[in-house]
């Protein structure tokens, strides 16, 4: 869905953003572009929106050359979310969010009703909220209104720029897993710029670790990222909690559950779904006082999780890991 080629960016104080940049995203994928200050990720996410423009390279949206499209309405068909939302201050939720339906020549009843629809969507309800103004809204319900914004014209690729870093670590975990359930719902393409590698492994379908210079040092999935650093920079952006982090993206193994024999369901005070990962497994056991949890598929029992089942399972996911590195 979207190629860069050979991208770089020297900007004219000779700074060099961003070097011989090579980046497939393909349709209804996340990427997240992670890396520390100053690495180019935002520069690189402009170029894609022709905010900037590339020194050398070419980038392609849908096997299209966006250098030969007009930049107004290439930006009209590319939602963009930055972090300091960017909302306009005089006007109310719900006109915020029809603007761009209304750049897009549609009448005000459509957009009035994409509008509302789309608040829905991001957890507003527009009976409460359509008729604030931004600064009657806390900064993760304002952020929710961008993202509502930006989809509301259903384009088919989305840039977001660091659009939860304003807010606190809670409201941040919760947004994101919004987010995560509203793009496999919508299927949009997204590049998401972010500079916390536990926000990137949680979203990303694959990560890009960007190294000084504006260097692409590893585009992975998060899991061979975490278990197969490419090289020290990156081992050492992941960090040395990266035990812990892959976690998050390594699936429960059912052939690691224990039978239900001799545990009644009704003894069993929490219960996870089949398809979570080892880090939610292991956090329900954590606070569980049996160091036992039962594991669901619907609303059938399938087995029950101890500590023993989940080292196995890391074991196990570790091994696979390495053999396919
Ligand atoms: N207009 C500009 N003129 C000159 N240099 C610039 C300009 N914009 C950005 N830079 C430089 O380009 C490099 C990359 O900046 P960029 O904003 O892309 O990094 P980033 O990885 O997004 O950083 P952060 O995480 O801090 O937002 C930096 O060294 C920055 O100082």
Known sequence: MIRLAGVGKTYDDGTVAVQQLDLDVRRGELVCLVGPSGCGKSTTLKMINRLI??????????????????????????????????????????ANVMTVPLLHGESKEFARGRARELLELVGLDPARYADRYPHQLSGG??????????????????????????????????????FLRLQDELGVTVVFVTHDIDEAVRLGDRVAVFGPGGRLAQYDTPARLLGRPADDFVADFVGSTSGLRRLQVIPLDPAHLEPMDGVRAGDLSAAIDVDATLGEALAVLLNDDRGVVGVKQGAQFVGVLTPNGIHRALRAALAEMAQVS
């Open 53 to 94: 423009e590339p020194t050398t390279g070419t980038i392609e949206i849908d096997g299209r050359d966006v250098t030969g499209q007009d930049p107004v309405r290439l930006r009209r068909d590319i939602g963009y979310v930055i972090q300091q939302v960017g909302l306009f201050p005089h006007q109310k939720i719900l």
């Open 141 to 178: 319900q304002q952020q929710r209104v961008g993202v509502a914004r930006a989809l509301a014209a259903k384009p088919p690729v989305l840039l977001m720029d660091e659009p939860f870093g304003a807010v606190d670590p809670l409201v941040r975990l919760r947004l994101q897993d919004e």
